[in-house]
């Protein structure tokens, strides 16, 4: 019986630099984002180019300006997306349902509520590195 590879996310890029430990990425612009159905919340087609640093574990055999794909495991992506906009959603929802009980003013709720969503973001990008090691992205030449 053939053992099945877990889904993966792939994104098509160029190698910018490499280190003894780590190779910087950019991630080009896809042309297929368009007409995919989860571009509004995927950071990969927002247009601008993106560079991820990837832990470096190939033999050697890629320099800057190859062509490789990145490579995330699909339950790391759904993470991210869970960390990165689910939860601020649920924060920012909870908040303006109940901060309304409190303060009779919904200028100050709404602004308490948005003030909290911003503070989850400020503790996100204290513990960046933290949940950086979390996420393992893997590089693979693309043989031309």
Known sequence: MKSQQPSVIRHEGRVISVGP??????????????????KSVCGASAGESRVITVRRDDDGSIVPG?????????????????IAYLI??????VLLLTLPMF???ELVAGLGALGFVALYYLVLAQFR????????????????
């Open 21 to 38: 430990v780590q190779t910087k990425v950019e991630i080009l612009a896809q042309t297929a984002c368009a007409a995919c159905h989860a």
């Open 66 to 82: 190859d062509s490789v794909n990145v490579i995330i495991r699909q339950g790391q992506g759904f993470k991210a997306v869970f």
């Open 88 to 93: 601020p959603l649920f924060i920012l929802l």
């Open 103 to 105: 303060f009779e003013n």
């Open 129 to 144: 590195d933290r949940l950086n090691s979390g996420f393992v992205f893997t590089v693979e030449k693309i043989n031309n």
